[in-house]
């Protein structure tokens, strides 16, 4: 299962790391303010490294994230992060059209795949 979580966190590091060509960074932020445009991208850079660390972590060290109250906690943080992520996608995000409904779904991925080996284990 945690190799199901590492793929899915460096999927999303991947499609993060896509965002500059997708949304044509930074010239689609140019009517924004230099604050929000520094905020944007940070935090985006910020988010790719999260991902890439949990991943990572997945991989190396699997029997701590079960046996663990450490890795336990990490496996909660995360589930909680996407189910967070896949609310906000109602909140903010209510665009009817199929890359966001597959991105929805995904989001639901992450929350139960962090989730399954908590309550398996």
Known sequence: MLVLCALHSFGFAAFHALFWRLFGWPATLRDTTLANRAIVQIANVQLILV???IGTLCLAFPRQFTSTSLGKALLASMSLFWLTRLVG?????????PLVHVLTGLFAVGAVLFAIPLLVG
């Open 89 to 97: 996608q109602f909140v903010w995000l209510r665009i009817d059209r």
């Open 51 to 53: 991902f890439v660390a």
